[in-house]
């Protein structure tokens, strides 16, 4: 089955930095758009930054210029280099990814079981 996996996240002080990564494994034929979102205790989980196929990427208003996504596509995995981080900045951070698997035919979302960033004041 295919599951998404994300890692890095930990405590850091604010204007630190933090480097996310998730990676898909499993049946994996294609993947199409991936990206990032995040959930705060109380609050509905919000997009931070997604990606299509094309490269086109966009970022939420409050980490443009400070978070950057990336990828690495023969190793299925993304990352989300994160600068400057702020106390608002904590969050459960969760990849995403709409993926079609060996056998099948349509596009699926997946979504990881998100790593913690607590940024500190």
Known sequence: QVQLAESGGG???AG??????????????SINTT????QAPGKQRELVAESTSCSSTN????VKGRFT????NAKNTVYLQMNSLKPEDTAHYYCH????????????HYWGQGTQVTVSS
Request: aromatic share 18%.
């Open 35 to 38: 990206g990032w979102y995040r």
């Open 16 to 29: 630190g930095s933090l480097r996310l990564s998730c990676a898909a494994s499993g049946s994996i034929f």
């Open 97 to 108: 990814a709409y993926i079609i698997q060996h056998g099948g035919g349509s596009w699926l």
């Open 11 to 13: 405590l850091v002080q």
């Open 69 to 72: 996504f990336s990828r690495d």
């Open 59 to 62: 970022y939420a208003d409050s």
